[in-house]
């Protein structure tokens, strides 16, 4: 996954000469989620939970969408939750769902977007995926802004920023040791009834041994003694060129297969039609620091989102009339432009030629 420096220029003729034909005569009206409402934000608990005063005047607390920031204590919240209360602390947010109902764990479940300053109201998820903060949580439902989610995160992880950073909390233990991670998602038959047969391998792509007690892996879901994650016991040796195996239901540990408990299959299943579905393992060293990882499907430079997905950074379909391309992200790190003809989404480097 390899970005190709062109031109700010270039790439401006590229989507307007070749990819907005393409989407006036054959791509489908992207689908924008219906139910709307408008808040106020007066808490930030946490990457992905706030207080918000309601426009009726209510008081809810509200989850965001398809995303799962890291829980109270551990390394990458402080950072996430500052960022959140930067953006929308104390102002206006906009609601987004294509149901009314859906909730978890009894807040509200919505996507939230902000108004800049341009007068575009901007996704709050697609900006904390694209910094690396959060991981994609991709939803069945609420699929709206799915394939851009994942598109945006393996971008942040190519390039090594927020979590995807080895050693944003300290240099760990055996950093110099290569590990290589891999999931099997699609059990074997029904995966209800084979729920062990999907796992999360571990590779030890180094030249000495590594013992991985107290390291843990998860699926994108949630982290917990509840969730999707599994701590690795003490004297957890990986030899050099071994791999060891975590499957997500019960079974009898042995010394290269380890199990979650009683979860049954826990990885989404690809899908790649007008719903885009995808998941990943990653795994954590004792400090906190995401130390290898897989996400999928594989999204490529170039590749186009699902005909119905809608650009996060662009809802509206509002076009920038100085570029005739829709508004976008100018404030990505590394002074980064992200320029997109609203099913391709490109990062050009700070350096690009204008």
Not at 65 to 85: F, L, N, P, Y
Not at 242 to 268: A, C
Request: aromatic share 10%; glycine share 10%.
């Amino acid at each position: 996954m390899r970005f190709t420096k062109i031109s700010v220029l270039s790439a401006f003729a590229l989507a307007i000469g070749s990819a907005f034909p393409a989407i006036a005569q054959d791509a489908p009206k992207p689908i924008v989620p219906d139910v709307r409402e408008h808040g106020i934000v007066t808490r930030v608990l946490d990457g992905d939970t706030v207080w918000l005063k309601l426009s009726n005047g209510k008081m809810r607390q509200v989850r965001f969408m398809s995303i799962q920031a890291m829980e109270h204590g551990e390394c990458h919240d402080a950072e996430v939750t500052k960022r959140v209360s930067d953006m929308i602390l104390g102002k206006e947010i906009r609601l987004e769902s294509f149901s009314s109902s859906i909730k978890s764990r009894g807040r509200l479940y919505r996507y939230l977007s902000y108004k800049a300053e341009d007068g575009v109201w901007r996704d709050v998820s697609a900006q904390l995926v694209a910094d690396g903060l959060v991981l994609p949580m991709l939803n069945p439902d609420e699929w709206t802004y799915n394939w851009y989610y994942m598109a945006f995160s393996q971008r942040a992880a190519e390039r090594g920023i927020g979590m995807f950073n080895t050693t944003t909390c300290g240099v760990g233990p055996d950093q110099d040791i290569p590990l290589a991670l891999s999931v099997k998602w699609d059990a074997d038959g029904v995966d209800t009834h084979n729920g062990n047969t999907e796992h999360i391998k571990i590779t030890n792509n180094g030249d000495k041994s590594i013992n991985l007690a107290n390291w843990w892996v998860r699926d994108s879901g949630l982290q917990g003694p509840k969730g999707h994650s599994f701590t690795f016991p003490k004297n957890t040796i990986v030899k050099p060129g071994e791999s060891i195996f975590v499957h997500p239901d019960k079974g009898r540990r042995t010394k290269t297969d380890y199990y979650m408990g009683d979860h049954g299959p826990i990885f989404e299943n690809v899908l790649t039609g007008k719903i885009f579905m995808g998941d990943g393992g990653y795994l954590f060293d004792p400090q906190g620091d995401l130390r290898a990882w897989q996400q999928y499907p594989v999204i490529n430079v170039g590749d186009t989102a699902p005909g119905g997905e809608t650009d996060p950074t662009n809802p509206d379909g509002t076009l920038n009339p100085t570029t005739g391309l829709p508004y976008s992200f100018t404030d990505l790190p590394s002074g980064e432009v992200l320029v997109s003809d609203g099913l391709t989404t490109l990062r050009l480097p700070s350096d690009s030629l204008i």
